[in-house]
């Protein structure tokens, strides 16, 4: 595939950094709607406000951005090839919400080849350190995957369990740690071994709505997932 200049300086960059931030990627309106989505179902509704975990499989609503060319195109170019969906997660983060640890996507997916699991993690509202942005360790993704240790954290706020529990093991003084404060639209490209976390949401009043879509190269083997159950699908129709 043939990429256009300002494409090669972005592919330059994820290679090189492990991410990629693109301003302004989704319109406030496709993010807004996704957000009135959110609102139908029962983490909302029953008020626990508990991300939820591939909603895709009984809502085809959250499948509207995986499905834009736009996206297929920058994906495409990252990983080499026609993709895959994987997992999607919707992200209400209330305030008071815990953050996730620091992790390595794939330590959990194994995909094989790793630059062949690919996530992009839309802000659907201002995101700032205070309500709970992601922080990235940026070339990290060069240093193989760490071991993961279980912190003694039994319900952490609002949050899914393992993602604020399991903890990669690395020395943070190592990197440098950058805080990804995003507007409403900009989306983040994460290599699938780039070490990344967020910080609680510890505003009084702000949530901090996200949705994370996952991809695969098409053909890329990886871990289903006894609980996480991944299975591939379909982005192209
Ligand atoms: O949105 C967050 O707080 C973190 C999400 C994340 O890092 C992940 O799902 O891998």
């Keep these: 595939m043939r990429l256009g200049l300002s494409e090669e300086t972005q592919l330059d960059d994820f290679t090189k950094q492990g ?29 626990t406000f508990l991300p939820l975990m591939n909603p895709h499989k009984e809502d085809p609503r959250f499948l509207t951005l995986l499905r834009k060319e736009k996206l297929h195109k920058v994906l495409e170019s990252f990983v080499g090839g026609k993709i895959r969906g ?34 992009a993690w839309l802000a659907l509202e201002k995101v700032t350190k205070e309500n709970g942005c992601l922080k990235i360790c940026p070339k990290s993704h060069l240093s193989g995957l760490f071991p ?3 912190k003694a954290i039994n319900f952490p706020e609002g949050q899914d369990p393992n993602g604020a529990r399991l903890e990669s093991v690395f020395n943070v003084e190592d990197y440098e ?3 990804i404060e995003l507007e ?26 996200a949705f994370l ?6 053909g890329t083997l990886y871990r289903q997932g006894f609980t996480a159950k991944r299975e591939d699908f379909n982005v192209y129709q």
């Design 19 to 47: 991410f990629l931030v693109i301003k302004s990627f989704f319109s406030r309106e496709e993010c807004e709607s996704l957000r009135e989505i959110s609102r139908d179902h029962e983490s909302y509704k029953l008020k």
């Design 184 to 209: 409403v639209g900009d989306l983040v490209i994460i290599h699938s071994q780039v070490l990344h976390a967020s910080f609680d949401n510890a505003s009084k009043d702000k949530t901090r709505n």
């Design 86 to 119: 994987l997992q999607t997660q919707f992200f209400y983060c209330h305030p008071g919400t815990s953050g996730f640890a620091w992790h390595q996507d794939n330590f959990y997916v194994q995909a094989e080849p790793a630059n062949c699991f690919i996530s």
């Design 177 to 179: 740690v950058i805080p």
């Design 148 to 150: 993961v240790i279980e």
């Design 213 to 218: 879509m996952t991809f695969v190269k098409e």
